[in-house]
């Protein structure tokens, strides 16, 4: 599966090379362009009502991406839930759950009472598992249908505010603040939807859009999208400090200049590489596995093999909710990716808005 999905991401992000690769590039385009058209007719449905979209009562936030993958959503919704949590909001998070095998029409996997995750992350899947543990504070909530679990939440009263993850192109939803995230460097990848290309959507879908982020920017790189919808920037970082797999902490800054192996298992593992290497860490193996790979004692092994002249490995917090109970020779550090806001007035203008209107509920 992770070399199939390495195919993928070099045909549509480098351009098919060779005969076979352009006839298979062709036979995507065609495909693509079937999916452009479900995805047209999808929408003008919900544009004339044809297609119904829950009006929750209360107030309700959407992330999401018009591409798949890899435009760090985990980190912006983290982001989001510490600014709500800060100034006194009850946040809940729903998520679609993706590689979780819960039963029902949803499950809670952090109550919000400071327990962390409820249910493990084979159980609702990574991302909501991470969401959980980093807000214990917050209530995160998976459901296949996300209404059924924001109907929930209107009857118990518990929380001010809804944040959909990965909700751009959940329309069953009706949404106070839409926010989309895109890649600063190529916001619309090679231009194609699925599967010849990287876009759920096309470009004019950004329409619907409140707010867009771009994300891994550069201060020093001008914007590369022309857009009147109010946007943001912000890049990416690790974390000044690692943690060991089993506990204890110490610095990222201790790890440079001696030799790791750096494995990953999500949307665009070598951006995870670079920026270890940008922070000084030798990587004598760079290990990517497939998107939520869900890690057996085969990928441990193999671990193992690669890191035989390693000092350390290196992984990113993701991949590490799904390693509990692995054991390594080699010391096994988690990584954490953060985001800094470099233009980010539209954000906080948008933030505070969706803030007024929960304050001015609480005073009627």
């Not at 959407?62 to 985990?74: D, E, I, Q, R």
Request: proline residues 5%.
């Amino acid at each position: 599966m992770a070399a199939l999905e390495s195919f993928h991401h070099r045909l549509v992000t480098d351009g098919p090379k060779g005969a076979a690769e352009r006839l298979i590039f062709a036979l995507l385009v065609l495909l693509s362009r079937c999916f452009a058209g479900l995805s047209w007719l999808r929408n003008l449905l919900y544009q004339k009502k044809l297609l119904p979209a829950y009006m929750a009562r209360l107030p309700v936030i959407s992330v999401g991406n018009l591409a798949v993958g890899g435009t760090g959503k985990t980190p912006v919704v983290d982001h989001l839930l510490g600014w709500f949590a800060a100034r006194g909001v009850k946040v809940a998070v729903i998520s679609r759950g993706y590689g979780g095998n819960f039963v029902g029409r949803f499950a809670m996997v952090s109550s919000g009472e400071g327990g962390g995750p409820l249910r493990p992350a084979s159980s609702c899947g990574d991302e909501p598992f991470l969401l959980a543990q980093r807000n214990p504070h917050s209530r995160v909530y998976v459901a296949r249908k996300r209404r059924h679990a924001l109907q929930h939440l209107e009857q118990t009263r518990l929380v001010d505010l809804v944040i959909l993850d990965d909700g751009f192109q959940h329309r069953q939803v009706a949404r106070d603040l839409d926010v989309v995230l895109l890649d600063d460097a190529r916001p619309y990848g090679n231009g194609y939807l699925l599967p010849a290309g990287i876009l759920r959507e096309g470009p004019s879908a950004l329409q619907r859009a409140d707010l867009l982020v771009l994300t891994r920017a550069e201060p020093s790189r001008p914007v590369s999208l022309v857009t009147s919808t109010p946007h943001c920037r912000c890049a990416h970082r690790l974390g000044a400090e690692v943690v060991a797999i089993g506990g204890g902490c110490r610095p990222l800054a201790e790890l440079r200049r001696r030799k790791g192996v750096a494995f990953a298992g999500i949307a665009d593992p070598g951006r995870f590489f670079e920026l270890l290497v940008v922070a000084g860490v030798e990587l004598v193996v760079r290990r990517p596995f497939a998107d939520h790979c869900s890690y057996t004692q085969r990928e441990i092994a193999m671990l193992e093999a690669d890191a035989a002249d390693a000092d350390f490995l290196l992984t990113t917090e993701k991949d590490a909710v799904k390693l509990a109970g692995f054991q390594f020779r080699k010391p096994c550090y988690i990584v954490k990716l953060e985001i800094d806001f470099f233009e980010g007035a539209a954000l906080d203008n948008a933030l505070y808005d969706i803030l007024g209107r929960i304050e001015h509920a609480q005073s009627q």
